[in-house]
Protein backbone atom coordinates (compact mmCIF):
# COMPACT_ATOMS: atom_id res chain seq x y z
CA UNK A 1 0.00 0.00 0.00
CA UNK A 2 1.96 3.31 -1.42
CA UNK A 3 -0.90 5.44 1.32
CA UNK A 4 -1.58 5.88 5.10
CA UNK A 5 -4.79 7.79 4.73
CA UNK A 6 -7.34 8.57 2.22
CA UNK A 7 -9.32 11.80 2.37
CA UNK A 8 -12.17 12.84 1.12
CA UNK A 9 -12.36 16.71 0.09
CA UNK A 10 -13.99 18.92 -1.66
CA UNK A 11 -16.64 22.08 -1.74
CA UNK A 12 -19.83 22.18 0.59
CA UNK A 13 -22.33 20.06 -0.30
CA UNK A 14 -20.99 17.56 -2.70
CA UNK A 15 -21.92 14.46 -0.51
CA UNK A 16 -18.23 14.27 1.03
CA UNK A 17 -19.31 12.65 4.01
CA UNK A 18 -21.55 9.93 2.20
CA UNK A 19 -18.82 8.56 -0.02
CA UNK A 20 -15.93 8.65 2.47
CA UNK A 21 -18.52 6.55 4.97
CA UNK A 22 -18.49 4.09 1.58
CA UNK A 23 -14.73 4.33 1.10
CA UNK A 24 -14.12 3.30 4.80
CA UNK A 25 -16.77 0.60 4.86
CA UNK A 26 -15.03 -1.02 1.35
CA UNK A 27 -11.53 -0.60 3.19
CA UNK A 28 -11.93 -1.43 6.72
CA UNK A 29 -11.55 2.55 7.83
CA UNK A 30 -12.96 4.80 10.09
CA UNK A 31 -13.30 8.57 9.69
CA UNK A 32 -11.48 11.42 11.25
CA UNK A 33 -13.61 14.59 10.49
CA UNK A 34 -12.04 17.55 9.04
CA UNK A 35 -14.30 20.45 9.55
CA UNK A 36 -13.70 23.11 12.03
CA UNK A 37 -17.15 23.29 13.06
CA UNK A 38 -18.22 20.04 13.51
CA UNK A 39 -15.81 19.42 16.77
CA UNK A 40 -18.85 21.24 18.33
CA UNK A 41 -21.56 19.57 19.98
CA UNK A 42 -24.99 20.56 20.06
CA UNK A 43 -23.97 22.27 16.77
CA UNK A 44 -25.72 19.55 14.34
CA UNK A 45 -27.96 20.30 12.01
CA UNK A 46 -26.40 23.90 11.07
CA UNK A 47 -22.80 22.16 10.71
CA UNK A 48 -24.30 18.96 8.47
CA UNK A 49 -23.09 15.81 10.70
CA UNK A 50 -25.46 14.00 9.00
CA UNK A 51 -25.36 11.01 11.48
CA UNK A 52 -27.16 8.69 9.96
CA UNK A 53 -24.92 8.91 7.01
CA UNK A 54 -22.28 7.05 8.91
CA UNK A 55 -24.79 3.57 8.35
CA UNK A 56 -24.42 1.33 5.90
CA UNK A 57 -26.52 -1.72 5.88
CA UNK A 58 -27.06 -0.95 9.82
CA UNK A 59 -23.37 -1.19 10.35
CA UNK A 60 -21.83 1.90 11.89
CA UNK A 61 -19.01 3.25 11.05
CA UNK A 62 -16.68 5.16 13.32
CA UNK A 63 -15.51 8.59 13.55
CA UNK A 64 -13.59 11.04 15.61
CA UNK A 65 -13.26 15.06 15.91
CA UNK A 66 -17.09 15.06 16.07
CA UNK A 67 -18.59 16.88 19.21
CA UNK A 68 -15.43 17.05 21.12
CA UNK A 69 -15.77 20.34 22.86
CA UNK A 70 -18.20 23.03 23.49
CA UNK A 71 -19.60 25.88 21.74
CA UNK A 72 -18.59 28.50 24.85
CA UNK A 73 -14.64 26.56 24.47
CA UNK A 74 -12.63 27.87 21.45
CA UNK A 75 -11.15 25.48 18.82
CA UNK A 76 -8.07 26.02 16.60
CA UNK A 77 -5.57 24.70 14.52
CA UNK A 78 -3.00 23.70 17.17
CA UNK A 79 -5.85 21.70 18.48
CA UNK A 80 -7.20 19.73 15.50
CA UNK A 81 -3.31 19.05 14.91
CA UNK A 82 -3.33 17.90 18.32
CA UNK A 83 -6.53 15.62 18.21
CA UNK A 84 -6.01 14.61 14.49
CA UNK A 85 -2.41 12.79 15.37
CA UNK A 86 -4.12 11.24 18.71
CA UNK A 87 -7.06 10.11 16.66
CA UNK A 88 -4.77 8.60 13.26
CA UNK A 89 -2.57 6.65 15.46
CA UNK A 90 -5.55 5.18 17.70
CA UNK A 91 -7.23 3.75 14.46
CA UNK A 92 -3.93 3.00 12.52
CA UNK A 93 -3.18 0.70 16.08
CA UNK A 94 -6.71 -0.64 15.85
CA UNK A 95 -5.73 -1.73 12.37
CA UNK A 96 -7.87 0.31 10.91
CA UNK A 97 -7.63 2.43 7.67
CA UNK A 98 -7.66 6.53 8.75
CA UNK A 99 -9.62 8.25 6.41
CA UNK A 100 -9.82 11.88 6.80
CA UNK A 101 -13.30 13.83 5.88
CA UNK A 102 -14.10 17.44 5.64
CA UNK A 103 -14.35 20.88 3.78
CA UNK A 104 -12.10 23.11 6.09
CA UNK A 105 -9.06 23.86 3.65
CA UNK A 106 -6.73 25.28 6.52
CA UNK A 107 -7.23 21.69 8.10
CA UNK A 108 -6.89 19.88 5.44
CA UNK A 109 -3.34 21.35 4.52
CA UNK A 110 -1.91 21.09 7.85
CA UNK A 111 -2.45 17.40 7.49
CA UNK A 112 -2.01 16.91 3.79
CA UNK A 113 1.43 19.87 3.74
CA UNK A 114 2.72 18.12 7.44
CA UNK A 115 2.43 21.45 8.97
CA UNK A 116 4.60 21.99 12.08
CA UNK A 117 2.84 23.71 14.68
CA UNK A 118 4.18 24.08 18.25
CA UNK A 119 1.85 25.04 21.59
CA UNK A 120 3.56 28.43 23.53
CA UNK A 121 3.79 28.14 27.03
CA UNK A 122 3.70 31.82 28.60
CA UNK A 123 5.07 31.06 31.64
CA UNK A 124 4.61 33.52 34.36
CA UNK A 125 7.68 32.38 36.39
CA UNK A 126 9.80 32.89 33.07
CA UNK A 127 8.09 35.73 32.02
CA UNK A 128 9.54 37.31 35.55
CA UNK A 129 12.41 36.20 35.29
CA UNK A 130 13.31 37.71 31.56
CA UNK A 131 11.48 41.10 33.05
CA UNK A 132 14.30 41.58 35.17
CA UNK A 133 16.62 41.80 31.95
CA UNK A 134 16.58 45.13 30.04
CA UNK A 135 16.15 45.50 26.42
CA UNK A 136 19.61 45.87 25.38
CA UNK A 137 19.95 42.03 27.22
CA UNK A 138 16.89 40.68 26.26
CA UNK A 139 17.87 41.43 22.69
CA UNK A 140 21.15 39.62 22.49
CA UNK A 141 19.20 36.67 24.40
CA UNK A 142 16.75 36.67 21.42
CA UNK A 143 19.17 37.16 18.67
CA UNK A 144 20.93 34.04 20.21
CA UNK A 145 17.96 31.89 19.93
CA UNK A 146 16.57 33.15 16.40
CA UNK A 147 19.57 33.60 14.11
CA UNK A 148 17.84 34.15 11.07
CA UNK A 149 15.76 36.88 13.25
CA UNK A 150 14.39 39.20 10.24
CA UNK A 151 11.28 41.24 12.07
CA UNK A 152 13.16 43.74 13.65
CA UNK A 153 9.95 45.17 15.41
CA UNK A 154 10.18 42.60 17.90
CA UNK A 155 13.24 44.33 19.29
CA UNK A 156 11.19 47.98 19.79
CA UNK A 157 9.32 47.35 22.73
CA UNK A 158 10.03 44.90 25.42
CA UNK A 159 6.60 42.74 25.92
CA UNK A 160 7.43 41.79 22.32
CA UNK A 161 10.96 40.99 22.59
CA UNK A 162 10.17 38.45 25.71
CA UNK A 163 7.27 36.96 23.76
CA UNK A 164 9.35 36.58 20.70
CA UNK A 165 11.69 34.77 22.84
CA UNK A 166 9.21 32.21 24.83
CA UNK A 167 8.59 31.40 21.11
CA UNK A 168 12.07 30.32 20.13
CA UNK A 169 12.45 28.64 23.32
CA UNK A 170 9.54 26.37 22.70
CA UNK A 171 10.82 25.66 18.96
CA UNK A 172 13.88 24.77 20.51
CA UNK A 173 12.47 22.49 22.98
CA UNK A 174 10.09 20.89 20.69
CA UNK A 175 12.39 19.57 18.16
CA UNK A 176 10.72 16.82 16.55
CA UNK A 177 10.36 16.11 13.06
CA UNK A 178 6.68 14.88 12.55
CA UNK A 179 6.72 12.04 9.80
CA UNK A 180 4.72 13.15 6.86
CA UNK A 181 1.64 11.67 6.23
CA UNK A 182 1.37 9.74 2.72
CA UNK A 183 -2.12 10.19 1.44
CA UNK A 184 -4.13 9.64 -1.43
CA UNK A 185 -6.59 12.60 -1.82
CA UNK A 186 -10.14 12.15 -3.37
CA UNK A 187 -11.85 15.47 -4.50
CA UNK A 188 -15.26 15.86 -4.86
CA UNK A 189 -16.89 18.72 -7.02
CA UNK A 190 -20.04 19.00 -9.51
CA UNK A 191 -20.80 22.08 -11.57
CA UNK A 192 -20.80 25.03 -9.98
CA UNK A 193 -25.01 25.03 -10.88
CA UNK A 194 -25.41 21.81 -9.18
CA UNK A 195 -23.39 22.72 -6.02
CA UNK A 196 -25.92 25.93 -6.38
CA UNK A 197 -29.24 24.11 -6.49
CA UNK A 198 -27.71 21.35 -4.14
CA UNK A 199 -26.74 24.42 -1.45
CA UNK A 200 -30.98 26.02 -1.63
CA UNK A 201 -32.22 22.26 -1.58
CA UNK A 202 -30.10 21.35 1.47
CA UNK A 203 -30.51 24.93 3.02
CA UNK A 204 -34.54 24.54 2.81
CA UNK A 205 -34.42 20.83 4.19
CA UNK A 206 -32.31 21.96 7.44
CA UNK A 207 -34.51 24.87 8.08
CA UNK A 208 -37.39 22.57 7.97
CA UNK A 209 -35.58 20.38 10.39
CA UNK A 210 -35.25 22.43 13.18
CA UNK A 211 -32.08 24.78 12.43
CA UNK A 212 -33.63 27.73 13.67
CA UNK A 213 -34.50 26.15 17.11
CA UNK A 214 -31.13 24.73 17.26
CA UNK A 215 -29.89 28.32 16.82
CA UNK A 216 -32.48 29.50 19.49
CA UNK A 217 -30.72 26.47 22.06
CA UNK A 218 -27.67 27.47 22.01
CA UNK A 219 -28.28 31.11 23.14
CA UNK A 220 -30.25 30.07 25.93
CA UNK A 221 -27.87 27.92 26.49
CA UNK A 222 -25.14 31.18 26.74
CA UNK A 223 -23.63 30.89 23.82
CA UNK A 224 -23.03 34.42 22.83
CA UNK A 225 -24.36 36.76 19.91
CA UNK A 226 -20.37 37.11 19.31
CA UNK A 227 -19.77 33.33 19.43
CA UNK A 228 -22.68 32.77 16.91
CA UNK A 229 -21.76 35.57 14.87
CA UNK A 230 -18.21 34.03 15.07
CA UNK A 231 -18.65 30.77 13.48
CA UNK A 232 -20.77 31.83 11.03
CA UNK A 233 -23.10 31.08 8.13
CA UNK A 234 -25.86 29.62 9.40
CA UNK A 235 -25.46 30.39 12.76
CA UNK A 236 -24.65 34.59 12.07
CA UNK A 237 -27.47 34.56 9.69
CA UNK A 238 -30.16 32.54 11.81
CA UNK A 239 -28.77 34.57 14.90
CA UNK A 240 -29.66 37.99 13.58
CA UNK A 241 -33.00 36.98 12.42
CA UNK A 242 -33.64 35.60 15.90
CA UNK A 243 -32.25 39.23 17.20
CA UNK A 244 -34.29 40.78 14.83
CA UNK A 245 -32.11 42.45 12.88
CA UNK A 246 -33.17 41.02 9.27
CA UNK A 247 -36.53 39.28 8.63
CA UNK A 248 -37.00 35.83 7.34
CA UNK A 249 -36.84 36.30 3.74
CA UNK A 250 -33.61 38.29 4.05
CA UNK A 251 -32.18 36.09 6.48
CA UNK A 252 -32.69 32.99 3.89
CA UNK A 253 -30.86 35.14 0.61
CA UNK A 254 -28.60 36.32 2.74
CA UNK A 255 -27.24 33.08 4.11
CA UNK A 256 -27.98 31.17 0.78
CA UNK A 257 -25.35 33.94 -1.09
CA UNK A 258 -22.73 33.41 1.73
CA UNK A 259 -22.81 29.69 1.71
CA UNK A 260 -22.25 29.92 -2.20
CA UNK A 261 -19.51 32.24 -1.77
CA UNK A 262 -17.94 29.54 0.75
CA UNK A 263 -17.98 27.12 -1.72
CA UNK A 264 -16.22 29.25 -4.52
CA UNK A 265 -13.55 30.32 -1.67
CA UNK A 266 -12.89 26.20 -0.53
CA UNK A 267 -12.03 25.50 -4.51
CA UNK A 268 -9.31 28.28 -4.03
CA UNK A 269 -8.11 26.92 -1.48
CA UNK A 270 -8.05 23.51 -2.67
CA UNK A 271 -6.43 24.94 -6.14
CA UNK A 272 -3.76 27.06 -4.14
CA UNK A 273 -2.82 23.38 -2.42
CA UNK A 274 -2.63 21.87 -6.03
CA UNK A 275 -0.36 24.27 -6.85
CA UNK A 276 1.70 23.66 -3.73
CA UNK A 277 2.25 20.29 -4.50
CA UNK A 278 -0.75 18.50 -3.55
CA UNK A 279 -2.04 15.78 -5.30
CA UNK A 280 -6.06 15.68 -5.38
CA UNK A 281 -7.53 13.05 -7.80
CA UNK A 282 -10.70 15.05 -8.70
CA UNK A 283 -14.02 12.77 -9.68
CA UNK A 284 -17.72 14.01 -10.72
CA UNK A 285 -20.15 13.78 -7.80
CA UNK A 286 -19.31 10.96 -4.99
CA UNK A 287 -19.09 8.31 -7.44
CA UNK A 288 -17.83 5.29 -5.31
CA UNK A 289 -16.71 3.20 -7.98
CA UNK A 290 -14.41 6.17 -9.15
CA UNK A 291 -13.02 6.75 -5.66
CA UNK A 292 -12.25 3.03 -5.74
CA UNK A 293 -10.78 2.35 -9.02
CA UNK A 294 -8.17 5.51 -7.76
CA UNK A 295 -7.66 4.08 -3.92
CA UNK A 296 -7.22 0.52 -5.77
CA UNK A 297 -4.80 1.50 -8.10
CA UNK A 298 -2.82 2.45 -5.54
CA UNK A 299 -2.74 -0.22 -2.98
Same mark, same amino acid.
Given at each position: ??F???????????????????????Y??????????????G?????? +????????????????????????????????????????????????????????????????????????????????E??????????? +??K???????????????????????????????? +?????????N?G??????????????????????????????LM???????????????Y???????????????????????????????????? +????????I???????????????????
Open positions: MNDLITVLGPTAVGKTKLAVQIANEKGEIISADSRQVYGMDIGTG +KDLDDYFIDGKKTNYHLIDVISPKEEFNLFLFKEYFNKCFNLVKEKGYLPILAGGTGLYLSSVLQNYQIEKVNFDEEKIALNELSIEQLTV +KLDLNLNLHNTTDLLDKDRIINAILVAFQKKDNI +KNEVAIKSIIVVKTREEIKKNIETRLKQRLNSGMIEEVERNDGVSYDKMKFFGLEKFIAMYLKSEINYNDMFQKLRSAINAFAKRQMTWYR +KMEKEGVKHWIDGPDFEKAKEIIDSSL
